[in-house]
T-cell receptor, first 115, second 110 residues
Framework: DAGVIQSPRHEVTEMGQEVTLRCKPI?????LFWYRQTMMRGLELLIY????????DSGMPEDRFSAKMPNASFSTLKIQPSEPRDSAVYFC?????????????FGPGTRLTVL | QKEVEQNSGPLSVPEGAIASLNCTYS??????FFWYRQYSGKSPELIMS????GDKEDGRFTAQLNKASQYVSLLIRDSQPSDSATYLC??????????FGTGTSLTVIP
């Protein structure tokens, strides 16, 4: 299995621009999670989906952030407009509820820098 | 109060020693507990999961869970320099909500 795939791996953009991060979960996994990691705040859960449906988006910091999961194999996290304080590493993770283990597997992350 | 608390460290141990990492959590309804290892610049990697009170061993790693004390720990025996990383404790509560600690930085000195 290829594991969780994220793109791009690095993104540098200017304040005010739209940023779209992409994630492909492990095939067969029914949960997908988006996290943000910074030195100051650690790993924060932004939103998660179950069977493509958003379940909890209480971690999304502002209306500038939105996430979609149009099908079981693809999700996007969009920031519009981006701000320097959005600079962080964004991780996508997926898990399979049928095992009952709730073990999450992380993608390699997208390092976002907003100038 | 944070959902999951860890000592940030840094924790330094000599090669071959036992490294002990600790984590406490606040939600008594927590069901699943995980330890992730994260190397600098890399993503978190699952190394242990534990679901019931007691010890769970996997190679050089032992996870310990005490639900009454709301405490979970990770022991690394025969520590190696390659174990140097940040270790994240994660807790799963009903509704599949996950909380991560801020991590403990471990350095194994050759």
């Amino acid at each position: 299995d290829a594991g969780v795939i994220q793109s791009p791996r690095h993104e540098v953009t200017e304040m005010g621009q739209e940023v779209t991060l992409r994630c492909k979960p492990i095939s067969g996994h029914d949960y997908l999670f988006w996290y943000r990691q910074t030195m100051m705040r650690g790993l924060e859960l932004l939103i998660y989906f179950n069977n493509n449906v958003p379940i909890d988006d209480s971690g999304m910091p502002e209306d500038r952030f939105s996430a979609k999961m149009p099908n079981a194999s693809f999700s996007t996290l969009k920031i519009q407009p981006s701000e320097p304080r959005d600079s962080a590493v964004y991780f996508c993770a997926s898990s399979w509820s049928r095992t009952g283990s709730n073990e999450q597997f992380f993608g390699p992350g997208t390092r976002l820098t907003v100038l | 109060q944070k959902e999951v608390e860890q000592n940030s460290g840094p924790l330094s141990v000599p090669e071959g020693a036992i490294a002990s990492l600790n984590c406490t959590y606040s939600d008594r309804g927590s069901q699943s507990f995980f330890w992730y290892r994260q190397y600098s610049g890399k993503s978190p990697e699952l190394i242990m999961s534990i679901y019931s009170n007691g010890d769970k061993e996997d190679g050089r790693f032992t996870a310990q869970l005490n639900k009454a004390s709301q405490y979970v720990s990770l022991l690394i025996r025969d520590s190696q320099p390659s174990d140097s990383a940040t270790y994240l404790c994660a807790v799963n509560i009903p509704g599949n909500q996950f909380y991560f600690g801020t991590g403990t930085s471990l350095t194994v000195i050759p």
